[in-house]
């Protein structure tokens, strides 16, 4: 079972930019796909970006389509979110998600997760 562990999470101004990292451990990592999830207080878990194992697939959310990027390090056992030209908005937990697979195909669906880890908050300031 892999145990996912998120940081970089922080305060970030407007227009500015933050790098999220999980690192995961207790798995062979290549053999998932991961996914950064996030939650705003009273919303739904909202997908963000997904890379396949390879990390030659990628799925994003229109919202974030064009300013985040997500990658991995299979040697590092890490996946990442770069994230920039950050919009003003209320707080929210991003979560580091992982599934088994092996194919290319991203999964976007939270139910399609069964690993997460314990999230870190965004806060970006106006």
């Known amino acids: 079972q892999v145990q996912l562990v998120e940081s970089g999470g922080g305060l970030a101004q407007t227009g500015g930019s933050l790098r999220l990292s999980c690192t995961a451990s207790g798995g062979t990592f290549s053999n998932y796909t991961m996914a950064w999830f996030r939650q705003a207080p009273g919303q739904e878990h909202e997908v963000v970006a997904s890379v396949s194992w390879s990390g030659t697939t990628t799925y994003y959310s229109d919202s974030v389509k064009g300013r985040f990027a997500i990658s991995r390090d299979n040697t590092k056992n890490t996946v990442y979110l770069q994230m920039n030209s950050l919009l003003p908005e209320v707080h929210a937990n991003y979560y580091c998600?992982?599934?088994?697979?092996?194919?290319?195909?991203?999964?976007?669906?939270?139910?399609?997760?069964?690993?997460w880890g314990h999230g870190t908050q965004v806060t970006v300031s106006a």
């Open positions: 998600t992982a599934t088994e697979s092996s194919g290319t195909f991203v999964h976007t669906s939270a139910a399609n997760y069964a690993y």
